[in-house]
């Protein structure tokens, strides 16, 4: 399973002929989710399923061989995204109100199509809860993620944690001295119906750990 970025020319049979592109190399598409429209381009998510043997350069190729047609991204990832999968997660968060905000970052990878997630007190900063492929962040690690008390998106360079490539982050602060921070490695970057989802699913989860704290 893959997903893939696809940015296109907002036209009637734009869409369509992507589909058809795809098929031909033998993807079956699984979901799609319109990003943002900007300028008369569609910015659109594929979660495509590929069959054995072909390999995601070649569902890549045949997109850039359109006119107007650009593929910003293509990575593997699980199955099963989109409303579904926030509904599935505000769910998960009212089951185990006190961990709320660790159902999130559990989550992040599917709901948000990153890499990796954590959720941290800004008073360290420390690392209070983190998904599995999240990085051990050091003093100028943590730096380069700041400021904590707005939501941002930070490009962050190849060794900013050790031995790590290019990442692209996204800070969410979820209490005065708690955040989430999501990140992708080599993006792409997040727009704007990405963040709005991430703030207020990561403010529903404040909410709810705090009504259970009380």
């Given at each position: 399973?893959?997903?893939?970025?696809?940015?296109?020319?907002?036209?009637?049979?734009?869409?369509?002929?992507?589909?058809?592109?795809?098929?031909?190399?033998?993807?079956?598409?699984?979901?799609?989710?319109?990003?943002?429209?900007?300028?008369?381009?569609?910015?659109?998510?594929?979660?495509?399923?590929?069959?054995?043997?072909?390999?995601?350069?070649?569902?890549?190729?045949?997109?850039?061989?359109?006119?107007?047609?650009?593929?910003?991204?293509?990575?593997?990832?699980?199955?099963?995204?989109?409303?579904?999968?926030?509904?599935?997660?505000?769910?998960?968060?009212?089951?185990?109100?006190?961990?709320?905000?660790?159902?999130?970052?559990?989550?992040?990878?599917?709901?948000?199509?990153?890499?990796?997630?954590?959720?941290?007190?800004?008073?360290?900063?420390?690392?209070?809860?983190?998904?599995?492929?999240?990085p051990e962040l050091d003093d100028t690690s943590?730096?380069?993620?700041?400021?904590?008390?707005?939501?941002?998106?930070?490009?962050?360079?190849?060794?900013?944690?050790?031995?790590?490539?290019?990442?692209?982050?996204?800070?969410?602060?979820?209490?005065?001295?708690?955040?989430?921070?999501?990140?992708?490695?080599?993006?792409?970057?997040?727009?704007?119906?990405?963040?709005?989802?991430?703030?207020?699913?990561?403010?529903?989860?404040?909410?709810?750990?705090?009504?259970?704290?009380?």
């Open positions: 399973m893959f997903l893939m970025r696809i940015t296109l020319p907002d036209r009637p049979g734009a869409l369509g002929g992507v589909a058809t592109a795809l098929a031909t190399v033998g993807a079956d598409i699984q979901w799609m989710e319109i990003i943002s429209r900007v300028d008369g381009r569609v910015t659109d998510d594929f979660m495509i399923e590929l069959p054995d043997g072909v390999m995601p350069d070649e569902a890549v190729s045949v997109c850039h061989a359109m006119d107007g047609v650009d593929v910003l991204w293509c990575s593997r990832y699980p199955a099963g995204s989109g409303l579904a999968m926030d509904l599935e997660l505000l769910e998960a968060m009212l089951e185990h109100g006190d961990q709320a905000l660790h159902r999130i970052v559990e989550s992040a990878a599917e709901v948000f199509h990153v890499h990796w997630a954590l959720l941290a007190d800004t008073k360290g900063p420390a690392t209070l809860y983190a998904s599995d492929m999240a943590w730096e380069q993620l700041a400021p904590f008390d707005r939501m941002h998106v930070v490009d962050l360079p190849a060794g900013w944690v050790p031995d790590w490539i290019e990442t692209v982050a996204a800070v969410i602060p979820v209490a005065h001295d708690q955040v989430v921070v999501v990140g992708r490695h080599g993006g792409p970057t997040f727009e704007s119906s990405e963040l709005a989802r991430l703030r207020y699913l990561a403010s529903l989860g404040a909410m709810q750990s705090r009504r259970n704290s009380q």
